[in-house]
């Protein structure tokens, strides 16, 4: 059964920092990504890494947000520096197969930024 768990989100103030986690279980992914939800907005992209360790980070996260995984463990981590309230949202975990292609989400953590 495949599982993707986020943690770290939390309530913090404008400038200070976060690190988000993904483990992930039951089988082993091609690309993984961060996506996040700004209340009464849609799901974005926040940025993708591939299984080889070649990243993309969407403007708004770039210089800020570094995404990393670590294959061993099955773990995919967002950190994020100089947070802003436009920040806040629920961040989700996402992680693809492609053989056969598959998407699988995380149930999401809340990050919430204060001015």
């Known amino acids: 059964q495949v599982q993707l768990v986020e943690s770290g989100g939390g309530l913090v103030q404008a400038g200070e920092s976060l690190r988000l986690s993904c483990a992930a279980s039951?089988?082993?992914?091609?690309?993984m990504d961060w996506y996040r939800q700004p209340p009464g907005k849609q799901r974005e992209l926040v940025a993708t890494?591939?299984?080889?360790?070649?990243?993309n980070i969407v403007d708004f996260a770039m210089g800020r947000f570094t995404i990393s995984r670590d294959n061993a463990k099955n773990m995919l981590y967002l950190q994020m520096e100089n947070l802003k309230p436009e920040d806040t949202a629920v961040y989700y975990c996402?992680?693809?197969?492609?053989?056969?292609?598959?998407?699988?989400w995380g149930q999401g953590t809340q990050v919430t930024v204060t001015s």
């Open positions: 996402n992680a693809e197969t492609m053989t056969p292609v598959l998407d699988y």
């Open positions: 039951g089988r082993t992914f091609d690309d």
């Open positions: 890494i591939t299984r080889g360790g070649t990243t």
